[in-house]
């Protein structure tokens, strides 16, 4: 079965400390992965796309097949990092379909 | 810049009622998609179409139907609105292989 699982719901950290948000797949060929954020009030929008490898406002991600992964990750959090973040699995690039995660909030402490 | 434009912020509505919401993008864009969003159980895709008058169903269709008459236009039908329906509705439109793009979403209450 395709699943995405972000197995934490919250996670909240200081201003300044190292931040990974966990994203696990579940898929049997070879994905294409993404993370989307949503800010207080705002639209849904992308962060960053795995075949894409950059780094946005400070985040990157790497995708590991063997552990069928894609963590986001960030050295040092800012206030303003805090939001909504969902991981996404794309079956299919020729529909857009997307398969998301649970959504993990990040909320960063001053 | 995309624009995906969701036809209500808010919308109020009661059991029974046939609800209609309506989804516009600007891009030309072959691919359309409804969501809804609730915690802990982050989006989940009802309906999506890859074309005018092609829809397909996505996890949870049971209860709404679409309309894709126009390229640019998505509508969202809840055909006898109950309130197990209430929750935030999320549309999305993208060109085939590029990411989506969201709407601001609608906050549907059944009473």
């Known amino acids: 079965a395709q699943r995405v699982t972000q197995p934490e719901k919250l996670l909240s950290v200081f201003k300044g400390a190292p931040v990974e948000l966990k994203c696990n797949y579940s898929?049997?060929?070879?994905?294409?992965l993404f993370w989307y954020v949503q800010y207080s009030r705002q639209r849904l929008q992308l962060l960053l796309r795995?075949?894409s490898r950059e780094s946005i406002k400070g985040f990157t991600a790497d995708l590991n097949k063997g552990e069928t992964s894609f963590h986001l990750k960030k050295p040092f959090a800012q206030e303003e990092d805090s939001a909504m973040y969902y991981c996404?699995?794309?079956?299919?690039?020729?529909?857009?379909?997307?398969?998301f995660g649970q959504g993990t909030t990040l909320q960063v402490k001053p | 810049d995309v624009k995906v434009t969701q036809s209500s912020r808010y919308l109020v509505k009661r059991t029974g009622e046939k609800v209609f919401l309506e989804c516009v993008q600007d891009?030309?864009?072959?691919?359309m998609f409804w969501y809804r969003q609730d915690p802990g159980l982050g989006l989940r895709l009802i309906y999506f179409?890859?074309?005018?008058?092609?829809?397909e169903k996505g996890d949870i269709p049971e209860g709404y139907s679409v309309s894709r008459e126009k390229k640019e236009r998505f509508s969202l039908i809840l055909e006898s609105a109950s309130t197990n329906q209430t929750s935030m509705y999320l549309c999305?439109?993208?060109?085939?292989?590029?990411?989506?793009?969201f709407g601001d979403g609608t906050r549907l209450s059944i009473l």
């Open positions: 996404a699995l794309s079956p299919s690039s020729n529909t857009g379909k997307l398969i």
């Open positions: 999305a439109s993208s060109q085939q292989g590029m990411p989506q793009h």
């Open positions: 891009m030309d864009h072959e691919n």
């Open positions: 795995h075949i």
């Open positions: 179409s890859y074309d005018v008058k092609m829809k």
């Open positions: 898929y049997s060929g070879s994905p294409e």
